[in-house]
């Protein structure tokens, strides 16, 4: 089971820019959603006088098939804005931030491991509920999962032709992170603040 707390609007006022959409996914089963305490932080951001112009509140965010069928039928008001906070698990944002290429999506949550049954997720992205998410910071893509070896702080310098030097079937994390910087005109600020000393004990 996974558990899903809020992020402080500390931590997410600073990398909003420009007008905001939010999306939340009140989960299935196997993810608790903190919906309280998500009322309470868009509160905060509005009286912060961050501009939201949208908001969707929906289920099962992880699965690819429904999430593209509600992009769809809202894609001008996603369109619209500059940035898109998505409050639900890793999985979650990181399937809807696969259908924004052009947008910075930003990580409304952290997600926590709780023991018990997992759930199954229909889909191809991976979270490894590591309690600190990091999507904000690297344009939705987790460097946790998708570098073979976890890193926070950069490209280790192995990769061959965009390809991990760890696996060689998979595309180096951290060069995908980089293009997709490139392409929403994404400075390297953003990573710069979010280098710091990892945790370990939230992700046990
Ligand atoms: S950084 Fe990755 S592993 Fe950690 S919570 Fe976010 S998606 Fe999950
Ligand atoms: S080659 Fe890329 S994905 Fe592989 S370990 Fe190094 S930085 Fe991570």
Same mark, same amino acid.
């Given at each position: 089971m996974l558990i899903t707390q809020v992020k402080k609007k500390e931590e997410l006022l600073p990398l909003a820019k420009g007008k905001t959409f939010l999306i939340a996914c009140f989960g299935c089963k196997e993810v608790h959603f903190a919906e309280k305490e998500y009322e309470i932080l868009k509160s905060e951001i509005k009286n912060a006088g961050l501009n939201i112009s949208g908001e969707i509140v929906l289920d099962y965010l992880c699965n690819e098939d429904y999430t593209n069928k509600r992009f769809e039928l809202h894609k001008k008001e996603i369109d619209s804005a500059e940035t898109i906070i998505i409050f639900a698990c890793g999985v979650g944002v990181q399937t809807f931030s696969g259908l924004l290429p052009a947008k910075i999506v930003l990580s409304g949550c952290d997600t926590f491991y709780l023991p018990g049954f997992s759930g199954f997720t229909p889909s191809s992205h991976a979270c490894d509920q590591c309690g600190e998410c990091m999507l904000g910071y690297t344009v939705g893509i987790c460097?946790? =999962?998708?570098?073979?070896?976890? &890193? &926070? /702080?950069?490209?280790?310098?192995?990769?061959? /032709?965009?390809?991990? *030097?760890?696996? %060689? @079937?998979? #595309?180096?994390?951290? *060069?995908?992170?980089?293009?997709? +910087? =490139?392409?929403?005109? *994404? /400075?390297? #600020? =953003? &990573?710069? @603040? +979010?280098?710091?000393?990892?945790?370990? %004990? %939230?992700?046990?």
């Open positions: 460097p946790v =999962t998708a570098c073979s070896k976890g &890193l &926070l /702080n950069g490209q280790c310098g192995g990769a061959k /032709n965009g390809k991990c *030097e760890v696996s %060689k @079937n998979k #595309e180096c994390g951290w *060069e995908r992170i980089f293009k997709r +910087m =490139t392409a929403i005109k *994404e /400075n390297d #600020e =953003t &990573l710069k @603040n +979010m280098i710091r000393i990892r945790d370990y %004990k %939230k992700s046990q």
